[in-house]
């Protein structure tokens, strides 16, 4: 399996497929890069070459007890870059991904990075704080955490099979291999890692990340989001990225980690012509 070692000793795996330009793939938690896999295929195929790798602590990657946090999580895909040698690169996060994109361009510059996509993503910071008014009670995250103590392979279970993929609305499609193969992934994460990754992407701020942005960056969220609400993520990131573009589309939680999420993607703002990306994250 392609790993690279870390400074601290913590192998990153990673895909690499196609060529042509670079499109990395950051995933959302507690998934890992298979989470891409269909976007990969279609974009590795159509000239680009798509690198996803498993955030550490999660997939194949190594389960360190520490450096469960934005910080580290973006040194590791600076890391990743400066291994492969990847210039021009289009970043696509989604959801805690999102919030890692954020956090790379806010720690590391855009001196590597052409593109940035955040498809339901964390950012600028989930939960409610004094400055964020708007945010999800701290309350919500403490009860993911319970949840996941009390039986991590049944919560696994039931976000999979409810709110992620809008398969609680009245109507969905239930697919159970998405269940599946979501349930999958997030059993390979490791036990700790997981369970601080729940702080990492809650709590952290992006706020200074994002005005940081200096590339075109679109903007993509579903208006049912049932995990990232839309009005305190995507609505108000986009106020924040100076560059910003968007997009308008039936989607469930953005198409990204295998499927959407349920409702239909609303337009944060126009305020730059939107980039070439927008397929990429369909």
């Known amino acids: ?11 990153i795996y990673y895909k690499d497929w196609g060529m042509g330009q670079p499109v990395v793939f ?4 507690p998934l890992t890069a298979d989470a891409w896999e269909s976007q990969m295929f279609f974009l590795a195929s159509h000239g680009y070459r798509c690198i996803a790798h498993d955030r550490r602590g999660h997939g194949r990657s190594s389960q360190p007890w520490n450096g469960n946090d934005m910080d580290t ?28 994109v954020a956090r790379y361009i806010g720690r590391h510059g855009a001196t590597r990075v052409a593109k940035a996509v955040l498809m339901g993503a964390v950012p600028p910071i989930m939960v409610k704080t004094a400055a964020n008014p708007g945010g999800l009670p701290k309350e919500v995250f403490d009860g993911f955490r319970k949840a996941y103590l009390a039986d991590r392979s049944q919560f696994f279970l039931e976000v999979a099979s409810g709110p ?29 890692n997981a369970y601080d990754c729940i702080q990492a992407f809650s709590e952290t701020d992006f706020t200074q990340d994002l005005k940081k942005f200096d590339v075109p960056t679109l ?28 997009r308008s589309t039936r989607a469930a939680r953005t198409r990204s980690a295998t499927r959407a999420r349920s409702g239909s993607t609303r337009t944060c703002s126009h305020s730059a012509r939107r980039n070439g990306t927008g397929t990429a994250a369909e």
């Not at 392609?2 to 601290?8: A, G």
């Not at 950051?26 to 938690?29: K, V």
């Not at 208006?223 to 100076?242: E, F, N, T, W």
């Open 1 to 11: 399996m392609p790993t690279i070692t870390t400074k601290d000793g913590t192998q």
């Open 73 to 100: 999580y973006a040194d590791d895909l600076a890391e990743l870059f400066e291994a492969l040698n990847l210039t021009d690169a289009v970043m696509i996060g989604h959801s805690t991904g999102g919030g890692e």
């Open 26 to 29: 950051s995933h959302g938690w």
């Open 219 to 246: 903007i993509i969220h579903g208006d049912d989001d049932q995990i990232v609400p839309i009005g305190a993520s995507a609505m108000l990131s986009s106020k924040l990225v100076r560059t910003r573009c968007s």
């Open 164 to 192: 992620f993929f809008g398969f609680n609305r009245p109507g969905a499609k239930v697919s159970q291999g998405l269940i599946q193969s979501w349930w999958l992934q997030g059993m390979m994460s490791g036990h700790k």
